[in-house]
């Protein structure tokens, strides 16, 4: 007898009697995908430009990608924000970037509806959708979705992975990792990989194997029901860390430099077809420095650290292979629709020289050439968190100007690959329509034959943005549905309109001429004048790589497009245009708590982000742990805050209590007593104290007096004559009775370096007070409880 199902919210279709035979049931019924519901796999790069894969022209070997792009298809003419967070929001939403409140990455939020990175719930995600049509919905890899102010364990997790429609989620909420010691989540909590680096542990396999038991956990059940899977790669970027026998397979292959390469690759592109014939290649960018004037011992770094990022590549590929073979093994990939695109250009966050440490990038911390030159070997191990130089982000982003922030094209254009055998009969084709991020969730809906919902959980949906790119699988001159779209990127704005693109670059076409750097602020006067005549425009039908400036003789045209530019901006919540850059990241935002004096924190427990813990650059403050040292003495970490990028630890080695300061992996700095730790229960302290003040612009802190204490006693004193600016590291947080994730302190000690005596709690004191002397004078049970008594 078949089963009577309803729909929830119907009248129950049975009959409920005195007794079971008299009565007929009926259940509510189950969300079910249609029969033969394709599969759906979102590929996400980071990081990766418009020349990086094989199948787009580069000399990099990703022979996976282009498998997939021969079994389907390349558009040319694919679209992101240029910049992460904005660009996976429109992604997985199907609504551009300031709807969806990312403006910016969500630690530069601010407290404007486009901008205060909280994706609103009438956003409904393409898991929510999926999840209420009958697919299983799993979240790998890099996340950064999240208010970086409520990614800790006090939540709310209502925009964490599982309370936007996914089912299981492995991987980072932040914006980048470390890929040997990755901050991870599973789920709604913290994990830790099963293996070291010294195992053989990354990042990227890892999240390939984790994807491969999802699907396979469900499909052994249920081999019917469908998957969403979105699969976020923490590659490719930095830090850049491959195992070193990638990285050697391209020894010597980048000597000639980068105007080498994008000669090479443009050759390519137009032998491939992925850029028209008649394209000019865009000018060799001032900012990048001309390599054949270059000193022998620089451009073997350059060209190492192009090595290292192309091995990265290529391992990255050679794991999403294994991904692809495990669905063809079960039988899925025919029926899978697979979308494989980066959220923006590549990067230039390594600087004009490059950088064994991206963090100094975030603090404005100079480069020094003479560091980065002694780290060449170990590029792309777990010691650095580096990337490459100006140069190869240029390179990468051939044919087009620019970078990664920017919305030229070099920001903007991306590689963007659909596969799907059984739905797409056109194979190794490529697709010109122009399209953007937010194209992808109507597509998809489309080639399921899903309406979107006009309640999700109760709440009404705003309009889907994007336009459904269905129509061009299986015919190349299909009439392109998007027709305008907006961009704005740190006050870096365009506008392309059927065809033409409008483009106001800021601080202007490049740093070297105009005389100003990333971050530097346009103002309400600034902004008139830039719309007077600083605005720029190019006839893409003839002229890809945006070469030829035709402002003067399109001034009508021109004009026109920077009005549609406001008229788009009022639509989408894009204003007020805030072009700081770093500096955002400094402004104060909403806590889950109020900003306290004094913090406890316990052992046994999870890491605390950075955001979410207290602010400890250029402020005087105290730590105190309590903690017990057996017979015999102990040694580890009895307190950390940062990662290899940057922080401090306060530890125990040799027997000595020890404050280490790692200053953006720059200089580090140690403290040390003056006598040994004493067996027993004790309180160890230290206290930070500043000596002048902090030059931000210059990436300096505050330089500083620290102070070791034993049960409020001192035991050693010492100065660092320079602190971090503005971040402690980049990922890391607080942890307590060891140093979880890369080590703060890597020539002394290897992570996690937990303390091996017992660590019972941990005060930390930002309100400035000094100890006084009767805390210094009491036995360290008496010294603890005043302590935590001044909370």
């Given at each position: 007898m078949p089963?009577?199902?309803?729909?929830?919210?119907?009248?129950?279709?049975?009959?409920?009697?005195?007794?079971?035979?008299?009565?007929?049931?009926?259940?509510?019924?189950?969300?079910?995908?249609k029969p033969g519901a394709p599969n759906v796999l979102f590929i996400v790069l980071d990081d990766t430009g418009f020349g990086h894969l094989g199948c787009f022209g580069s000399p990099i070997k990703t022979p996976n990608l282009d498998a997939l792009a021969a079994d389907g298809l390349r558009f040319n003419?694919?679209?992101?924000?240029?910049?992460?967070?904005?660009?996976?929001?429109?992604?997985?939403?199907?609504?551009?970037?300031?709807?969806?409140?990312?403006?910016?990455?969500?630690?530069?939020?601010?407290?404007?509806?486009?901008?205060?990175?909280?994706?609103?719930?009438?956003?409904?995600?393409?898991?929510?959708?999926?999840?209420?049509?009958?697919?299983?919905?799993?979240?790998?890899?890099?996340?950064?979705?999240?208010?970086?102010?409520?990614?800790?364990?006090?939540?709310?997790?209502?925009?964490?992975?599982?309370?936007?429609?996914?089912?299981?989620?492995?991987?980072?909420?932040?914006g980048d990792t470390h890929q040997y010691y990755p901050e991870l989540v599973r789920d709604n909590s913290q994990t830790e990989p099963e293996t070291t680096p010294e195992e053989g542990y990354h990042l990227t396999p890892d999240l390939v194997a984790r994807a491969k038991a999802m699907i396979a956990d469900a499909k052994q059940v249920a081999p019917d029901k469908p998957f969403f899977m979105y699969f976020c790669t923490g590659a490719m970027h930095a830090p850049h860390h491959v195992p070193k026998e990638w990285a050697d397979k391209y020894k010597g292959k980048f000597d000639d430099g980068w105007d080498a390469y994008r000669e090479k690759t443009f050759a390519q592109q137009k032998k491939l077809g992925i850029v028209p014939k008649d394209t000019?290649?865009?000018?060799?960018?001032?900012?990048?420095?001309?390599?054949?004037?270059?000193?022998?011992?620089?451009?073997?770094?350059?060209?190492?650290?192009?090595?290292?990022?192309?091995?990265?590549?290529?391992?990255?590929?050679?794991?999403?292979?294994?991904?692809?073979?495990?669905?063809?093994?079960?039988?899925?990939?025919?029926?899978?629709?697979?979308?494989?695109?980066?959220?923006?250009?590549?990067?230039?966050?390594?600087?004009?020289?490059?950088?064994?440490?991206?963090?100094?990038?975030?603090?404005?911390?100079?480069?020094?050439?003479?560091?980065?030159?002694?780290?060449?070997?170990?590029?792309?191990?777990?010691?650095?968190?580096?990337?490459?130089?100006?140069?190869?982000?240029?390179?990468?982003?051939?044919p087009f100007r620019r970078w990664k922030r920017e919305t030229y094209r070099g920001g903007t254009a991306d590689p963007f690959i659909v596969t799907w055998p059984k739905g797409i009969k056109a194979k190794g084709e490529i697709r010109s329509q122009y399209a953007h991020a937010i194209d992808m969730v109507p597509t998809v809906l489309d080639c399921l034959g899903i309406t979107p919902p006009t309640s999700i959980r109760g709440v009404t949906q705003s309009p889907i943005q994007g336009f459904s790119l269905k129509s061009s699988f299986d015919d190349a001159k299909a009439p392109a549905m998007h027709i305008t779209q907006y961009f704005e990127m740190f006050g870096h704005r365009s506008l392309y309109h059927d065809g033409w693109r409008a483009v106001c670059p800021w601080p202007g076409q490049s740093f070297v001429e105009s005389g100003l750097g990333f971050g530097a602020p346009i103002t309400y006067d600034k902004l008139t004048e830039l719309d007077a005549k600083g605005w720029e425009i190019y006839d893409l039908t003839s002229d890809f790589a945006e070469t030829n400036d035709l402002a003067a003789k399109e001034r009508d045209r021109l004009i026109a497009m920077i009005g549609m530019w406001y008229v788009e901006a009022g639509k989408y919540d894009v204003l007020p245009i805030d072009s700081r850059g770093t500096l955002r990241f400094a402004d104060e935002r909403p806590q889950v708590a109020p900003r306290r004096k004094k913090y406890r924190y316990y052992p046994g427990t999870q890491v605390?982000?950075?955001?979410?813990?207290?602010?400890?650059?250029?402020?005087?403050?105290?730590?105190?742990?309590?903690?017990?040292?057996?017979?015999?003495?102990?040694?580890?970490?009895?307190?950390?805050?940062?990662?290899?990028?940057?922080?401090?630890?306060?530890?125990?080695?040799?027997?000595?209590?020890?404050?280490?300061?790692?200053?953006?992996?720059?200089?580090?700095?140690?403290?040390?007593?003056?006598?040994?730790?004493?067996?027993?229960?004790?309180?160890?302290?230290?206290?930070?104290k500043p000596t002048g003040k902090p030059d931000l612009a210059k990436g300096k802190g505050v330089p500083a007096t620290i102070t070791l204490y034993v049960d409020g006693k001192s035991v050693g004193k010492g100065d660092l004559p320079v602190t971090i600016p503005m971040s402690l590291g980049l990922a890391a947080g607080v942890c307590i009775g060891a140093d979880a994730g890369s080590p703060i302190m890597d020539d002394e000690y290897p992570s996690p370096f937990r303390f091996t005596g017992v660590v019972k709690k941990a005060l930390i004191d930002v309100s400035g007070d000094e100890m006084s002397d009767a805390d210094k004078k009491v036995t360290a049970e008496a010294y603890l409880k005043a302590a935590m008594a001044r909370q």
């Amino acid at each position: 007898m078949p089963l009577t199902e309803y729909e929830p919210g119907q009248a129950f279709p049975g009959v409920i009697g005195r007794t079971f035979d008299v009565s007929k049931p009926a259940w509510p019924a189950t969300p079910q995908a249609k029969p033969g519901a394709p599969n759906v796999l979102f590929i996400v790069l980071d990081d990766t430009g418009f020349g990086h894969l094989g199948c787009f022209g580069s000399p990099i070997k990703t022979p996976n990608l282009d498998a997939l792009a021969a079994d389907g298809l390349r558009f040319n003419n694919m679209h992101t924000t240029a910049l992460c967070s904005p660009s996976r929001s429109c992604m997985i939403t199907g609504r551009n970037h300031h709807s969806n409140a990312m403006a910016c990455i969500t630690e530069g939020s601010e407290g404007y509806p486009g901008a205060n990175g909280q994706i609103p719930m009438e956003n409904g995600f393409l898991s929510e959708i999926l999840l209420q049509n009958g697919y299983n919905t799993y979240a790998l890899g890099k996340w950064h979705l999240t208010p970086a102010e409520t990614a800790s364990a006090a939540g709310p997790y209502d925009r964490w992975p599982l309370g936007r429609g996914f089912e299981r989620y492995y991987g980072f909420l932040g914006g980048d990792t470390h890929q040997y010691y990755p901050e991870l989540v599973r789920d709604n909590s913290q994990t830790e990989p099963e293996t070291t680096p010294e195992e053989g542990y990354h990042l990227t396999p890892d999240l390939v194997a984790r994807a491969k038991a999802m699907i396979a956990d469900a499909k052994q059940v249920a081999p019917d029901k469908p998957f969403f899977m979105y699969f976020c790669t923490g590659a490719m970027h930095a830090p850049h860390h491959v195992p070193k026998e990638w990285a050697d397979k391209y020894k010597g292959k980048f000597d000639d430099g980068w105007d080498a390469y994008r000669e090479k690759t443009f050759a390519q592109q137009k032998k491939l077809g992925i850029v028209p014939k008649d394209t000019v290649l865009s000018r060799h960018d001032p900012d990048v420095q001309d390599w054949s004037k270059l000193p022998a011992d620089e451009r073997r770094l350059y060209a190492r650290m192009m090595e290292v990022f192309a091995g990265y590549l290529e391992h990255t590929d050679h794991h999403i292979g294994e991904l692809i073979a495990f669905l063809k093994e079960m039988g899925e990939y025919e029926n899978t629709l697979i979308m494989v695109i980066s959220d923006n250009g590549a990067s230039a966050e390594g600087g004009p020289t490059g950088s064994v440490n991206e963090g100094k990038f975030f603090n404005n911390v100079p480069e020094n050439l003479e560091q980065n030159l002694a780290a060449i070997d170990d590029l792309g191990g777990p010691k650095y968190f580096n990337h490459y130089a100006w140069g190869w982000t240029h390179a990468g982003n051939t044919p087009f100007r620019r970078w990664k922030r920017e919305t030229y094209r070099g920001g903007t254009a991306d590689p963007f690959i659909v596969t799907w055998p059984k739905g797409i009969k056109a194979k190794g084709e490529i697709r010109s329509q122009y399209a953007h991020a937010i194209d992808m969730v109507p597509t998809v809906l489309d080639c399921l034959g899903i309406t979107p919902p006009t309640s999700i959980r109760g709440v009404t949906q705003s309009p889907i943005q994007g336009f459904s790119l269905k129509s061009s699988f299986d015919d190349a001159k299909a009439p392109a549905m998007h027709i305008t779209q907006y961009f704005e990127m740190f006050g870096h704005r365009s506008l392309y309109h059927d065809g033409w693109r409008a483009v106001c670059p800021w601080p202007g076409q490049s740093f070297v001429e105009s005389g100003l750097g990333f971050g530097a602020p346009i103002t309400y006067d600034k902004l008139t004048e830039l719309d007077a005549k600083g605005w720029e425009i190019y006839d893409l039908t003839s002229d890809f790589a945006e070469t030829n400036d035709l402002a003067a003789k399109e001034r009508d045209r021109l004009i026109a497009m920077i009005g549609m530019w406001y008229v788009e901006a009022g639509k989408y919540d894009v204003l007020p245009i805030d072009s700081r850059g770093t500096l955002r990241f400094a402004d104060e935002r909403p806590q889950v708590a109020p900003r306290r004096k004094k913090y406890r924190y316990y052992p046994g427990t999870q890491v605390v982000p950075l955001l979410a813990a207290p602010t400890l650059v250029n402020v005087t403050h105290s730590i105190s742990v309590h903690a017990s040292v057996p017979k015999g003495g102990a040694e580890g970490a009895l307190f950390s805050m940062g990662g290899c990028d940057g922080g401090f630890v306060l530890y125990v080695k040799d027997g000595k209590l020890t404050y280490g300061y790692n200053y953006c992996a720059d200089a580090r700095y140690k403290v040390i007593a003056d006598s040994a730790v004493p067996e027993g229960d004790h309180v160890f302290s230290f206290e930070f104290k500043p000596t002048g003040k902090p030059d931000l612009a210059k990436g300096k802190g505050v330089p500083a007096t620290i102070t070791l204490y034993v049960d409020g006693k001192s035991v050693g004193k010492g100065d660092l004559p320079v602190t971090i600016p503005m971040s402690l590291g980049l990922a890391a947080g607080v942890c307590i009775g060891a140093d979880a994730g890369s080590p703060i302190m890597d020539d002394e000690y290897p992570s996690p370096f937990r303390f091996t005596g017992v660590v019972k709690k941990a005060l930390i004191d930002v309100s400035g007070d000094e100890m006084s002397d009767a805390d210094k004078k009491v036995t360290a049970e008496a010294y603890l409880k005043a302590a935590m008594a001044r909370q």
